[in-house]
Every structure is written in C-alpha cells, then in structure tokens.
C-alpha cells in the first residue's frame, strides 16, 4: 500500500509519539520532555519535603508529643482540594504517607 495525499506518511518520530505529522510529533516530543523535567523537580520537591517532616516529627516527639499532629493533616488536604479539587485531596494523602510514613 502506497501514501497518498490523504494519508500523510508516518515517521519514526510520528510512530513512538502517536501523532499523524512530524510537526505535531515535534511538539508532543518537546511537551512531553518538559514533563519529565517537571516530573524531576517534583521528585526533589516531595523529597525535600519528606526531609523537612522528619524534622518536624522528631522535634515534636522529643518535646513530648504525638507523632502525628491531625489538625494540621485537615489543614493540608483542604489546601490540596482547595487548589486542585477532589484529586487533590487524594495528592495530598499520598504526601501525607510519604511524609510521615504509615501510622
């Protein structure tokens, strides 16, 4: 079978993006580099913050108290479904695992 004017040709960039032209292959390949650039720096962001949690629970066990302070987790996750709606909410549970390991 032959392309024809209605059938653009596909290429190696077209095939592995899912696009139908290379200039759409071209953006998708940009867009989805930038992703994984985003996606490091937000690995580094929960690190970070995973860090600084483990902070804030040995201090406050050292003084004396509980590891986990709740009203400070329904702080968190309204914040996260304020901004981003009910998924946010299940972001921020995972954060909060993360953060503060299972409990």
Known sequence: MT????Q?????ATAGSGART????????????RIDTL??????LIQERMAVSAVIQETRIASGGRRVNLSREMEIL???RDA???PG??????LLEL???RI
């Open 89 to 94: 909410t299940s972001l921020a549970m995972t």
């Open 22 to 33: 290379d200039e759409a292959a071209n953006v998708i390949t940009g867009a989805r580099e």
């Open 3 to 6: 392309a024809t004017a209605a």
């Open 84 to 86: 981003l709606g009910k």
């Open 39 to 44: 996606d490091d720096r937000i690995i580094g």
């Open 8 to 12: 653009p040709q596909t290429s190696a």
């Open 99 to 101: 953060c503060r390991g």
């Open 78 to 80: 309204g914040h996260y």
